[in-house]
């Protein structure tokens, strides 16, 4: 894979299942117009067929009638408007033209209604008149006047001047201009309709946006209107729900204060007339992490189907409905053991689920409960230009842990320089889904290699929470482990190794290269955490993320932040950073940068206009592959 061909990067969404009736939005980037393109396709035993022909359409939802389908279409340089079209075909039609765009829908039992989220603008901002009927430009607007901790957020902006609100829509008579259900304190999310359809259960957070507050609880309003309530208090933080039969379905957090990061998201039920103050986690705290992202809790085969990060895997596993913290051994598997769900549906006894593996970034199957059918190979023009398969690696720590990760491994016999990439998070974790970083850097005759050290999501919460207060420390182990596995191949150079990585993956680097810079020829360090003491005044969640990790003691802070021992870097260095990134922001680079070229070490700043925190996986495309370049440019300069 070269760096233009993640234009043949094709994902497919979130699937919507009626029936036989089984849609996807599929996107891709495109550099000529530097956009993310992509329409609706319907997919069935025969394959995929574009069902509509509009270049921004996506979050497809079928009535429950089967009757229509409701999603989200751009135009041209416009926001997403929700829109609605018969499943027999014909026009769609428009049901909202918000200044800022509609969220994703969630259809009534009625199949009439639909609501969604979408962020209201105050009066003057965002394009929106003021007052006095005037639209003034950003840099003449009014100044903000900021009372919270939690006022921004990398790749949405500022919060309180366009609260995220609640909407419920009528799709055969919409009205002019829909009036929100909850007000302007607070950002909601999540929507979910109670069986009845007389009520919207959704996420907000506790005491509705009190202050500092990171919990957030399950809400119920009247979907004519009325005075939201607490329906659910949460034991922390609430992912996704899901209501059926009596009772609700939820996935999220339990918060150990005040260490409340590396927290296994679990499932957890409720009884839906709200009488009970305490949820029943119905997954084992330790074992099973469930990803909330990839769908909602659904029934299926007597029990609740959710997503489960496991070692590297993203497995759908069935939960019994009685169940109380029940262990991941003892929940069965629905999917294979080598693959990454990225999104899935349930409709009656079938599941539709997008599922990424080593060849793949991700193709829909569709899943019974004794068979499991792949119905697209949209990533098929992507093996045709060569896909390296990535090898399964394990390793021992120092103090006997064991270790876990891959190896993409160039072809031909070597020896191959070697690169270690180190990911983000750190409560994240490498997967068997298809990694295009991994096979730019493959194709290119480099052997990656992918730890998943003490610290990432998918081993256990004590394997999460190793780290925290102790950053550096056993993780740096790991992966200087696992790297010393790898280099017991056959065909890797020991003597041509650089280290890189982004968010947490850039602070490790910055670590490596202080402690241990002699093993490695050069570093790549992007987005990165530097400095814990600025990082938690500047970043969007370094108010409560810096505590959680590192705690807020100063000198505990310089002790931990890579930039304190920026005067034993030796080994050229280059600082990527993008501009807008609100959660790494651009001093970490800056203040690095400034540190290395004092001390007289090779150094260069690559920063990208336009991008947040995201730049390597949603940015711009022309700047995605503009980065590969410079990644490439870099490594051949130094490793050759």
């Known amino acids: 894979m070269r760096p233009p061909d993640i234009e043949l990067l094709v994902v497919p969404g979130k699937p919507a299942l009626h029936g036989d009736l089984l849609l996807t939005a599929v996107t891709s980037p495109h550099t000529g117009e530097n956009t993310y393109r992509g329409a609706l396709w319907r997919v069935g035993p025969d394959g995929a067929r574009q069902w509509t022909h509009h270049d921004h359409d996506s979050a497809p939802a079928i009535s429950p009638d089967g009757a229509q389908v409701a999603f989200l279409r751009r135009e041209a340089q416009g926001k997403p ?13 428009a049901l909202t033209d918000l200044p800022l765009g509609a969220g994703a829908p969630v259809w009534a039992p009625d199949s009439r209604r639909i609501a969604f989220t979408a962020r209201v603008p105050e009066p003057g901002r965002y394009g929106v008149p003021g007052l006095d009927g005037e639209r003034p430009e950003p840099d003449e607007e009014a100044p903000r006047r900021i009372t919270r901790f939690d006022y921004r957020l990398d790749g949405v902006g500022f919060l309180g001047d366009r609260r995220e609100r609640l909407f419920v829509v009528d799709s055969a008579e919409p009205a ?49 209107g009325g005075t939201p309530v607490v329906v659910v208090r949460s034991a922390g933080g609430v992912d996704s729900i899901s209501a059926s039969g ?23 039920s409720a009884p839906l007339d709200g009488r009970s103050a305490t949820p029943v986690r119905a997954t084992d705290e330790e074992t099973v992490h469930c990803v909330g992202a990839a769908g909602e809790p659904a029934p299926y085969g007597g029990g609740i189907v959710v997503a489960v990060l496991n070692r590297g895997a993203v497995e759908l596993r069935l939960v019994p409905l009685d169940a109380k ?50 119905l697209t190979d949209w990533s098929k023009p992507l093996r045709d230009k060569g896909i390296i398969e990535a090898e399964e690696l394990t390793a021992t720590a120092p103090d006997g842990y064991p270790v876990h990760g891959w190896l993409v491994r160039p072809e031909g016999p070597g020896p191959h320089p070697v690169l270690l990439v180190v990911h983000g998070g750190p409560f994240a974790a490498y997967d068997w889904g298809l ?38 420390t056993v993780d740096a182990d790991d992966v200087l482990a696992l790297l010393d596995s790898a280099l017991e191949q056959p065909g890797l150079d020991a003597s041509r190794v650089g280290v890189m990585g982004g968010s947490y993956g850039g602070f490790m680097t910055t670590w490596l290269a202080a402690r241990h810079g002699e093993r490695f020829r050069a570093a790549w360090s992007e987005r ?4 814990w003491d600025s990082m938690q005044g500047s970043s969007d969640i370094g108010w409560s993320f810096v505590d959680a990790y590192i ?16 005067d034993r870097i030796r080994i050229p260095f280059l600082i990527m950073h993008s501009e807008q990134d609100w959660r790494c922001p651009l001093e970490q680079a800056q203040r690095l940068y400034v540190a290395l070229k004092r001390n007289g070490v090779e150094t260069e700043l690559l920063l990208f206009p336009g991008e947040g925190h995201e730049l390597s996986r949603s940015g711009k495309p022309r700047h995605r592959i503009q980065r590969f370049e410079a990644v490439l440019d870099w490594w051949q300069r130094h490793l050759g």
Request: hydrophobic letters at 40%.
């Open 528 to 531: 990165a955490v530097n400095a």
């Open 246 to 268: 009596d009772r609700i379905w939820f996935t999220g957090p339990e918060f150990e204060w005040p260490r409340d990061e590396a927290c296994n998201h679990g499932l957890w």
């Open 551 to 566: 705690g807020a003691d100063r000198e505990a802070q310089l002790a931990q932040s890579p930039l304190t021992y920026a």
């Open 325 to 374: 913290s029940v262990a991941l051994d003892d929940l069965p598997r629905l999917t294979a053991e080598r693959a990454a769900v990225r999104s899935f549906t349930v409709h009656g006894d079938r599941i539709a689920a997008v599922i990424a593996d080593q060849h793949s970034a991700g193709e829909v199957a569709l899943l019974g409960e004794t068979s499991a059918e792949v």
């Open 176 to 224: 002019a201009e829909p009036v929100p259900l909850t007000d302007d304190r607070a950002d909601v999310s999540a929507p979910a309709w109670t069986p009845d359809g007389e009520r919207v259960l959704f996420v907000g957070p506790r005491d509705w946006g009190g202050e500092g507050t990171r919990e957030t609880d399950i809400y119920a309003v009247p979907a004519a």
């Open 435 to 472: 990694f295009d970083e991994a096979q730019v850097y493959a194709a290119a005759g480099y052997a990656v290699v992918l730890p998943n050290p003490r610290g990432s999501a998918g081993y256990g919460q004590r394997h999460g929470k190793a780290i925290s207060h102790a950053l550096g």
């Open 81 to 93: 408007q929700l829109h609605v079209m018969p499943t027999s075909g014909g026009e769609a039609r």
